[in-house]
């Protein structure tokens, strides 16, 4: 079964930093893309950041292009998310997940409609003004 347990959310100041991690239970790093979604209040989920270990493939969303880097620690069975010069509108409730086969780009795509994809519980971000 795979289990996905975030942590590192909180209250931040625009223009500050955080970084989320996720531990990543029952899956072999190699076989998953891996990766973060997020849902603001009264929006749809939606594609942070993805990877895939096994052919180097990543994702990001325009929004956070240049400023929110993914990483992983697969001797720690977990991946991050460094989040630098956060804006209000990346308040959101973020979610780790992981996908099996497919690749980090695709699961940034798809991974929504995506019938393999595991998600954690999510992780409260809250940017002020």
């Known amino acids: 079964e795979v289990q996905l347990v975030e942590s590192g959310g909180g209250l931040v100041q625009a223009g500050g930093s955080l970084r989320l991690s996720c531990e990543v239970f029952?899956?072999?790093?190699?076989?998953?893309?891996l990766g973060w979604f997020r849902q603001a209040p009264g929006k749809e989920r939606e594609g942070v950041s993805c990877?895939?270990?096994?052919?180097?493939?990543?994702y990001y969303a325009d929004s956070v292009k240049g400023r929110f880097t993914i990483s992983s620690d697969s001797a720690k069975n977990t991946i991050y998310l460094q989040m630098n010069r956060l804006q209000p509108e990346d308040t959101a409730v973020y979610y780790c997940?992981?996908?099996?086969?497919?690749?980090?780009?695709?699961?940034?795509?798809?991974?929504?409609?995506?019938?393999?994809?595991?998600w954690g519980k999510g992780i409260l971000v809250t940017v002020s003004s």
């Open positions: 997940a992981a996908a099996h086969r497919l690749n980090g780009r695709a699961m940034g795509i798809l991974g929504l409609y995506y019938a393999l994809t595991s």
């Open positions: 029952g899956i072999t790093f190699d076989e998953y893309a």
């Open positions: 990877f895939s270990r096994s052919d180097g493939s990543t």
